[in-house]
Antibody, heavy 119, light 112 residues
Framework: QVQVQQSGPRLVKPSQTLSLTCAVS??????????WNWIRQSPSRGLEWLGR?????????DYAVSVKSRVTINPDTSKNQFSLQLNSVTPEDTAVYYC?????????WGQGTMVTVSS | QSALTQPASVSGSPGQSITISCTGT?????????VSWYQQQPGKAPKLIIH???KRPSGVSNRFSGSKSGNTASLTISGLQAEDEADYYC????????????FGGGTKLIVL
């Protein structure tokens, strides 16, 4: 069955870049049916979709308006994984970050990574 | 865009049925049959229990059902069990020109 496993640092300093990786097993990140997302959850903002990447003969991505100027989601086909980069972080970016598979609905979730933005 | 509106909490006794509402607008819930529902136990990732408004993924109990009327989607849980106590979130496609999804604020289900 499809599984996703997250990794990355749990503490990031303000103004720096948050980077997380999501390794995919049981599916290919470059399949023509998969859609790969990043979602975060915090007490103040609730669940918030951040963006997605997917392959349909070429790579596409979409981002939430709230983070569009700061976020990049990239596939890595050689390692069958995808990553999240969020630039210029502030304490408001402190949250549990999830990677998830799905288009319109998210049926496979990573275990979650609690990322704290603090000096 | 504002999050979808859910009640903060609902409660029910074992064996009873409860319904959780999720109110959006004509730009999201009202325009698409693309509402999904998630169950989240403490310290765990959300679990998909309803997609496309009414469809249950394989393995999800048929005690969970979804519906929609106008701009409001609903999740009904029948035959409440203690293990159903959790947070529940709705989610809707909200894009037209650009892709976007939004979540509700979540509802705490208390099984009395």
């Amino acid at each position: 069955q499809v599984q996703v496993q997250q990794s990355g640092p749990r503490l990031v300093k303000p103004s720096q870049t948050l980077s997380l990786t999501c390794a995919v097993s049981g599916d290919s990140v470059s399949s023509n049916s998969g859609v790969w997302n990043w979602i975060r959850q915090s007490p103040s903002r609730g669940l918030e979709w951040l963006g997605r990447t997917y392959y349909r003969s070429k790579w596409y991505d979409d981002y939430a308006v709230s983070v569009k100027s700061r976020v990049t989601i990239n596939p890595d086909t050689s390692k069958n994984q995808f990553s999240l980069q969020l630039n210029s972080v502030t304490p408001e970016d402190t949250a549990v970050y999830y990677c998830a598979k799905g288009n319109y609905a998210f049926d496979i979730w990573g275990q979650g990574t609690m990322v704290t933005v603090s000096s | 865009q504002s999050a979808l509106t859910q009640p903060a909490s609902v409660s029910g006794s074992p064996g009873q049925s409860i319904t959780i509402s999720c109110t959006g607008t004509s730009s999201d819930v009202g325009s698409y049959n693309l509402v999904s529902w998630y169950q989240q136990q403490p310290g765990k990732a959300p679990k998909l229990i309803i997609h496309e408004g009414t469809k249950r993924p394989s393995g999800v109990s048929n005690r969970f059902s979804g519906s929609k009327s106008g701009n409001t989607a609903s999740l009904t849980i029948s035959g409440l069990q203690a293990e159903d106590e959790a947070d529940y979130y709705c989610c809707s496609y909200a894009g037209s020109i650009i892709f976007d999804v939004m979540f509700g604020g979540g509802t705490k289900l208390i099984v009395l």
